[in-house]
C-alpha cells in the first residue's frame, strides 16, 4: 500500500512539472489586407530585412552579437544563428535570450 502511494505520488509530481514548464504561442492572426502604416520603419537595419509571418511588414534581422530571442519571432541574420550559453538549463532555453553568432 505505501509503495503504490509513493508511486502515485511521484507520478503525479512528475505530471504537474510537466505541465507547469510546458508553454504555448500562437501564431499571429494575418490581417486580410496588409496596412503598411502599422509596419516599424525598418530604415536603419544594419543587417537586412525580411518578411514577417504574415508577409506584410518587413523586420530588421538582427546583426552577429545582438540579444535574439526566437520566441519574440526574433531572426538573426543569413548565416548566423540565435545560440544560448551551454550553462542555460533546457527548460529555460525558450525564454531567455541568445546571441546571434556563426554556428
Not at 519571432?73 to 541568445?98: E, H, Y
Amino acid at each position: 500500500m505505501q509503495k503504490t502511494l509513493i508511486a502515485f505520488l511521484f507520478v503525479t509530481a512528475c505530471l504537474c512539472c510537466i505541465q507547469w514548464n510546458v508553454e504555448g504561442t500562437s501564431m499571429p492572426r494575418c490581417p486580410e489586407k496588409c496596412d503598411d502604416f502599422k509596419c516599424s520603419p525598418t530604415n536603419d537595419c544594419q543587417c537586412g530585412t525580411y518578411k514577417g509571418w504574415c508577409g506584410c511588414c518587413s523586420y530588421c534581422y538582427k546583426c552577429p552579437g545582438e540579444a535574439c530571442l526566437p520566441l519574440a519571432l526574433d531572426r538573426c541574420a543569413p548565416g548566423t544563428r540565435c545560440i544560448k550559453g551551454p550553462d542555460v538549463p533546457g527548460m529555460l532555453r525558450i525564454n531567455l535570450p541568445g546571441i546571434c553568432q556563426m554556428p
